[in-house]
């Protein structure tokens, strides 16, 4: 019988890595008791020898595998979508290298998917964020979970069959976005997405040494590769899906107009930020996609 019980199948837990640090592991350990299966997509360059050494001596139901370069974390988690499924597992819980999960995190995960109906496909985990010290949403309410348009990549059950038939994530994306894009997707696809309302991680967005605002706390730091992805698969996103979520995309565009004034006038490397997030913007509008190049690398 699976480890997560037989009401909603088999859970494969997938962490895309990308040089991780010491605790690692321990996080790993965390989560292995609670999952039937346990696969680390490996994006670290192939110099990087600490997950070399804690891998050859990992036990059972704990696979990896290693790419020969960073192909960013959609088409990792694609790699997980097909592992998941040639275990035979019915849910992937996609978790980031350094989201810390609590004892019943697949347990609430599972109860709030049967609870909010079979229609449900993705199921987000609510988190505390240790640097804000909140909640993503209010761990008090009605239910057990809570209607959303999209969740965060971590801490995500997705229903692997589902995913796959809708054509799982978008690899072009590389990173960020590649969360809500899917999620909209699943939305189009006429599946709902919840998250739990009790915590089930903790768990922060971007790098610490963000400013601080009143109200607001500290707002995600993030470096110039991640500005040029934000900007341009935001854009990318809002163009295809406006039409079907029209809140939700103006809602995105103003997030990232106020984002934009935030990184230039109250963040470090203000210069190099604000190149990569116009050229991020200019690549949208080209339709480029992919890893980025910057554009002193670019051939003309």
């Known amino acids: 019988m699976s480890l997560s019980g037989s009401m909603s199948g088999a859970v494969c837990a997938v962490v895309v890595a990308y040089c991780p640090d010491d605790l690692f592991e321990t996080r790993l350990h965390s989560i292995l008791p609670q999952v039937d299966q346990l696969l680390v997509v490996d994006n670290s ?7 070399a050494g804690m891998l050859a001596s990992a036990p059972q139901r704990w696979d990896c595998i290693r790419n020969a370069t960073n192909k960013g974390i959609a088409l990792a988690l694609n790699q997980g979508l097909q592992y998941a499924q ?19 995190m697949v347990d609430t995960l599972l109860a709030a998917q049967a609870a909010a109906g079979v229609t449900t496909a993705i199921v987000g985990s609510n988190y505390f964020d240790p640097v804000n ?45 590649v969360d809500h894009e899917f999620c909209l997707r699943a939305r189009a696809h006429c599946h709902r997405v919840v998250i739990s309302r009790k915590p089930t991680m903790r768990h922060s967005v971007g790098l610490s040494g963000g400013p601080r605002l009143p109200m607001l706390g500290v707002l995600p730091n ?12 935001t854009l990318v996103t809002v163009a295809q899906y406006w039409r079907s979520e029209p809140v939700w995309c103006l809602k995105r565009l103003l997030k990232l107009l106020l984002g934009g004034l935030e990184m230039v006038t109250l963040e470090s490397q203000r210069r190099h930020k604000a190149a990569a997030f116009v050229q991020g913007i200019a690549d949208a509008l080209r339709g480029r996609m992919g890893p980025w190049r910057p554009a002193r690398q670019r051939l003309p």
């Not at 009605?142 to 069959?161: A, H, M």
Request: glycine share 8%; proline share 6%; hydrophobic share 35%.
């Open 45 to 51: 360059p192939p110099a990087f020898g600490l997950l």
């Open 133 to 177: 010290q909140r909640c993503k949403v209010a761990a008090n309410g009605p239910s057990t979970w809570l209607e959303q348009k999209t969740v965060i990549t971590s801490g995500c059950l997705v229903n692997v069959e589902v995913a796959l038939r809708i054509g799982g994530f978008r690899a072009d994306y590389f990173i960020d976005q």
């Open 222 to 233: 993030h470096p110039p590769v991640r500005k040029y992805y934000i900007a341009r698969n």
């Open 86 to 104: 040639s275990q035979g597992c019915q849910w992937m819980l996609s978790l980031d290298q350094d989201s810390e999960c609590l004892d019943d």
